[in-house]
């Protein structure tokens, strides 16, 4: 069965940093383009981040951009997302979700997600 | 960045109704778009409904259709039904950054 499962979330302070990790089973990491998206209590979902198969694309969001960084385990066939400088608009749910077709780099429809991880941001 | 606009935010509809939903794009994305329905109830996710604007994904039925291209796409629930009712959320993939719109809420009348 093709599962993702999220873990790392919690609470911590405005300023402090927070490592969220994606283990992939039914699937390996290095065929698909796996991404990070996220949804504010009361608000829609955001697309946050995403990696390529080949691991050689990474792609974010502004609102993260230089704050986050996305990087895979092969071995683990874990996602990690690395956050710094968390804000209270972090706060969130973050899902991982697998895109629909193998390799694609350019953007897909995603078929798999994850029940994600609650982010709290505050003091 | 591309922008997608869904209309309208929420309606209200009753078991049994066809509904249609619409999203449109800020520019065009060909059929580079999906549609999700999301419960939002704790430890479940969106489910994608509909891929390439108008392919059905596998086990999802068929009171749900999708169509359109370019800019302007529409979901449509043939007969609702009691489990239909979910915020409904259009996404597009034509290149990065990845957007949603900002969803449309289906609730019972």
């Known amino acids: 069965e093709v599962q993702l499962v999220e873990s790392g979330g919690g609470l911590v302070l405005p300023g402090e940093s927070l490592r969220l990790s994606c283990a992939a089973s039914?699937?390996?990491?290095?065929?698909?383009?796996v991404s990070w998206v996220r949804q504010a209590p009361g608000r829609g979902l955001e697309w946050v981040s995403g990696?390529?198969?080949?691991?050689?694309?990474?792609f974010y969001a502004d609102s993260v951009r230089g704050r986050f960084t996305i990087s895979r385990d092969n071995s683990k066939n874990t996602l990690y997302l690395q956050m710094s400088s968390l804000r209270a608009e972090d706060t969130a749910v973050y899902y991982c979700?697998?895109?629909?077709?193998?390799?694609?780099?350019?953007?897909?429809?995603?078929?798999?997600w994850g029940q994600g991880t609650m982010v709290t941001v505050s003091s | 960045d591309i922008q997608l606009t869904q209309s309208p935010s929420s309606l209200s509809a009753s078991v049994g109704d066809r509904v249609t939903l619409t999203c449109r794009a800020s520019q065009g994305i060909s059929n580079y778009l999906a549609w999700y329905q999301y419960q939002q109830k704790p430890g479940t996710a969106p489910k994608l409904l509909i891929y390439d604007a108008s392919t059905l994904q596998s086990g999802v039925p068929s009171r749900f259709s999708g169509s359109g291209s370019g800019t302007e796409f529409t979901l449509t629930i043939s007969s609702l039904q009691p489990e239909d009712f979910a915020t409904y959320y259009c996404q597009q993939f034509d290149g990065h950054p990845i957007t949603f719109g900002q969803g449309t809420r289906l609730e019972i009348k």
């Open positions: 979700a697998k895109d629909r077709v193998k390799y694609r780099v350019s953007g897909d429809a995603f078929d798999i």
């Open positions: 039914g699937f390996t990491l290095n065929t698909y383009t």
């Open positions: 990696m390529s198969s080949s691991g050689g694309n990474t």
